[in-house]
């Protein structure tokens, strides 16, 4: 079983997303290890380049400390993919690896070191989303792929 942890900035404030993101999980504890990690938010009032450099830092810290995990970036400079494209990188991505890191940026985005060491980089849209936000879409996509690898019924 493939372990998936989405790798995010900042605690989630609104209520519905953190039910949303709750249901998702527990959706998903079925099929995968899935785990939120979320690392500390910067304040913009010390300047924005600042916040992004020291998230950037602390998102390079934890994926470097993992072996054998490949790290997808989501990221609006990023490949565009359909979900049935996605759910079959999932497949391909297990084969050789025993977990994913799925990396959000916080609300000023991340800075080019993590572009360059990432594996890939996932645009949902053209359209920028909210980073917590973000997350709720995005464990939403990861159940449904995973339920498109497993024939679950959800995907239409
Ligand atoms: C508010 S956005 C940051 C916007 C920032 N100007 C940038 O270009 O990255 C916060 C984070 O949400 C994620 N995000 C938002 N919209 C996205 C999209 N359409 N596709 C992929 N990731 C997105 C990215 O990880 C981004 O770093």
Redesign the pocket.
Known sequence: MIRINVVCIGKVKEKYIREGIAEFSKRLSKYTKFEIIELAEEDDNKGIENAINSETERIINVISKKNYSYNIL???K?KMLTSEEMADKIEKISMTNSEINFI???????DDNLRKIVDYR????K?????QL?RLILSEQIYRWISINNNIKYHK
Not at 104 to 110: L, R, T
Not at 122 to 125: D, E, G, M, N, V
Request: proline residues 5%.
């Open positions: 989501l990221d609006l990023g959000i940026g916080g609300s000023n985005g991340v996932l645009c949902f849209s359209m920028t989303f909210p980073h973000m």
